[in-house]
C-alpha cells in the first residue's frame, strides 16, 4: 500500500544571476562563520548555488493524513550532491540521496522534507520565497481536499504571474 502520494511537482530553475547572488552569499556566510555549523551552511549555501533545477514535491500521507513537502536540488555532479547531503546532515536536516534521469542522463540528487528545511533557513535569517509561502499554506491544510484547492489556487496565480515556469502532475 502507497502511503506517500505525491500528486504535484514544481521544478524550479534558477536564472544564472540569482544563482552568481547565491554563490556571493555563501562566500560572505563562510567568512563570518563562528563555528561549524554556520560553516556547513555555507557549504551548502555554495552546493546549492550550482543546482541545476529544484524540484518541489506536494503530496498527502495517508498514514497520516496529513499533506507534506518536499524539496529534491538536482546537481550535475556527484560531488557537490554530495556536499549539499553532509551539510543538511550538519546542520540538522535529513536528507536522503537518489538519482533522477534527466534528458537521459542519470543525476545525483538531494531530498529534504521542507518544512525542517524552511526551519532551518529562517533560522539563519534566510527570506522566504513565493514557493515557501504555498507549502505553508498547504501544510496548514486539515484534508486532502482543502490542501489540493490551497494548492491549485496558488498555482493558478503563479502562473498568471509568470512565477511557475513548468508543472508536472504525477501518478504515484
Known sequence: MVCRQIFVEILE?????ALARLAEVAEELMESARNSTEKSFAMGVLAAATVIIKKWRFGFDKKSKKPFVEVEYVFDRIDTAEAMWKSFRIIGIKARKR????????????VVDWRRHREVLTEFGLPATPLDIVAFEYIKQKSCEHAMAI???????????????RLEECEQ
Do not use: H, S, W
Open 151 to 165: 494548492l491549485a489556487k496558488y498555482i493558478v496565480f503563479m502562473t498568471l504571474l509568470g512565477t511557475v515556469d
Open 13 to 17: 530553475k534558477k536564472d544564472p544571476e
Open 99 to 110: 538519482a533522477v534521469k534527466i534528458n537521459g542522463r542519470d543525476l545525483p540528487a538531494v
